[in-house]
């Protein structure tokens, strides 16, 4: 099946850095959503994006919807260390019937 | 609200067993979804739902089924179980519309042994 292709796999940063991560796809994709995983829980929606363009922000975490419609951007500004966990992005394509792709995930860890 | 509830959260099965993970959301949504996370993967989906007796297989249905009888329940079940089946697997639901937010519950670790 379909995945979108996330990276990177995995970050190792130091408390305070900023993070950036992105996703791109062969398809083009008319919704873009931003997950964050905690160990032992199901993923919560960070954001959602919903216009070529778009750039929204929640507190620290700025996404953007890719001009191409093919990809998009998540970045955290100081990280901190709940900040720790698994990032996904997800789209959902035109032609989709409203069902989403996943990416396979950012796992970020905070160096001690 | 309780949202998305998940039982059992972890099970040990053995190879040919059969369960059925539950599913009950409390936010009237039409929408509901099986999906199954393997280890560093994102998220297959298995099954899905658009409403009440309504059932559609997603990208990896094969050992699987679901049934839809009320709006707030959406079971998931495996008839002979195999340890290609150990994965974790989350239920989710989310209202009708363009692009609204999934809600996921909390997830069943399944060990296939």
């Known amino acids: 099946g379909q995945q979108l292709n996330q990276s990177p796999q995995s970050m190792f940063i130091q408390e305070g850095e900023d993070v950036s991560m992105n996703c791109t796809s062969s398809s083009i994709f008319n919704t873009w959503l931003w997950y964050k995983q905690d160990p032992g829980e199901g993923p919560v929606l960070l954001i959602a994006l919903y216009k070529a363009g778009e750039l929204t922000s929640n507190g620290r975490l700025t996404a953007q919807f890719g001009i191409t419609r093919k990809d998009s951007f998540l970045n955290i500004s100081a990280s901190i260390p709940s900040d720790v966990g698994i990032y996904f992005c997800a789209g959902q394509a035109i032609d989709s019937n409203y069902q989403l792709i996943w990416g396979a995930g950012t796992k970020l860890i905070i160096k001690p | 609200n309780a949202g998305v509830t998940q039982t059992p959260k972890f099970r040990i099965l053995k190879i040919g067993q059969s369960m059925t993970l539950q599913c009950t959301q409390d936010m009237n949504h039409n929408y509901m979804y099986w999906y199954r996370q393997d280890p560093g993967m994102g998220l297959k989906l298995i099954y899905y739902?658009?409403?009440?007796?309504?059932?559609d297989k997603g990208e990896v249905p094969n050992g699987y089924n679901v049934s839809r009888s009320t709006t707030e329940d959406f079971p998931l079940r495996l008839e002979l179980a195999a340890p290609s089946q150990t994965s974790v697997y989350f239920c989710?639901?989310?209202?009708?519309?363009?692009?609204?937010?999934?809600?996921f519950g909390s997830g069943t670790r399944l060990t296939v042994v």
């Open positions: 989710a639901s989310r209202e009708p519309g363009t692009g609204s937010g999934y809600t």
């Open positions: 739902s658009v409403g009440a007796g309504i059932t």
